[in-house]
């Protein structure tokens, strides 16, 4: 789990006093950017676990992008693929 900034749709909030006066604009919110890497039938039941207990159903509950890896290299032995997980 990583701790960033971002935004999407929501573009922020502003808060602050009433016409212009004292108001201010916060653009970047902060998020948590979660990265797994998981065998391929593992995909699934990830994804799923995960939309289970982040989905709040307001704005900004975030995307899940799913990337092929094509390779795992232990960087101490040289073990690559299954072997180096």
Same mark, same amino acid.
């Given at each position: ?10 573009? =922020?909030?502003?808060? =602050? ?34 939309? /289970? ?25 040289? /073990?690559? =693929?299954? /072997?180096?997980?």
């Amino acid at each position: 789990m990583i701790n960033v900034t971002g935004r999407g749709a929501q573009r =922020g909030v502003i808060a =602050g006093g009433s016409r212009g006066i004292g108001r201010y604009e916060i653009d970047m919110l902060p998020k948590v950017k979660l990265e797994l890497v998981v065998h391929d039938d593992a995909t699934q039941k990830a994804v799923d676990t995960i939309i /289970e207990h982040a989905r709040t159903g307001n704005i900004g509950d975030g995307k899940i992008f799913i990337y092929p890896v094509t390779n795992a290299i232990k960087v101490r032995t040289g /073990e690559q =693929g299954d /072997e180096a997980l």
